[in-house]
């Protein structure tokens, strides 16, 4: 069973910067695509960006291309997503996943709020 720790959340003003983390435990981490989702109060949880176990393929929802940069390091077994340019549309909850087969686990969340 893994273990997912989030962190780095918080409040930031529109076009401001962000990154949040997350470390992954009690897995064979390089096995697994990582993921972030979000979930905004009243609507379905998206899918923002994506990161092959050995970090040479990264997907991005088209809402957060250019902005939005996700990343890996199988050493420290953590994933990062970087936020530049944020919007209040990018306020929500954000969720790690990691995925191997048919093995799928999550973190508990960690909130952006992006307001002024």
């Known amino acids: 069973q893994a273990q997912i720790v989030e962190s780095g959340g918080g409040l930031v003003q529109p076009g401001g910067s962000l990154r949040v983390s997350c470390v992954v435990s009690?897995?064979?981490?390089?096995?697994?695509?990582m993921s972030w989702y979000r979930q905004a109060p009243g609507k379905e949880r998206e899918l923002v960006a994506s990161i092959s176990s050995f970090g040479d393929r990264t997907e991005y929802a088209d809402s957060v291309k250019g902005r939005f940069t996700i990343s890996r390091d199988n050493v420290r077994n953590t994933v990062h997503l970087q936020m530049n340019s944020l919007k209040p549309e990018d306020t929500a909850v954000y969720l790690c996943n990691a995925k191997w087969n048919l093995l799928v686990y999550w973190g508990q969340g960690t909130q952006v709020t992006v307001s002024s």
């Open positions: 009690r897995v064979v981490f390089n096995r697994y695509l």
